[in-house]
């Protein structure tokens, strides 16, 4: 999986839920009345929205998504593929419930994965036991032994 930028990230909005061609599933968090805002924007008018969402990851944004939904939306799109290799370029929520899903972590981790934007994460199983990679060497990055601190 590798998140895209769209504008809307790039400006640190929310986004409205953009399309995955090919997996309905892994389509993007859908922010509800909060698309197309900063989480600045958001707080100034709904502080106590705001919090509830960040701690609570049953609540939805008025006409939007909460984390759980989003979750079992992903798991589900993940138990469903057929075996083999799929490649897909989603937004990072989807990443990050895809990896809350695939380690059977509660949903609150949601919050505390950070994925960078332009990034790839590799989920790999079978028999509906998943398994994270990490650690993925950088495709065009600097050499790591030029790079300061241990190797």
């Known amino acids: 999986m590798r998140p895209p930028l769209d504008a809307a990230g790039r400006r640190g909005r929310f986004g409205s839920g953009l399309p995955c061609p090919g997996h309905e599933g892994l389509r993007g968090l859908d922010a509800g009345q909060w ?50 290799t799929h490649r897909a370029v989603v937004e990072q929520a989807v990443v990050r419930a895809a990896v809350v899903h695939a ?17 790839v994460t590799t989920l790999t199983g079978r028999a509906g036991r998943w398994n994270l990679l990490v650690g993925q060497q950088e495709q065009d990055g600097p050499d790591p032994a030029t790079r300061p601190g241990p190797h």
């Open 35 to 84: 698309a197309g805002r900063t989480l600045d924007e958001v707080a100034a008018g709904d502080p106590a929205g705001v919090h509830a969402w960040m701690t609570d990851p049953g609540y939805a944004p008025p006409g939007g998504e909460s984390v759980d939904t989003l979750v079992a939306r992903v798991g589900a799109a993940l138990a469903a593929l057929p075996p083999g």
């Open 103 to 119: 380690l059977e972590l509660p949903a609150a981790a949601f919050w505390r994965l950070d994925v960078r934007p332009a990034s």
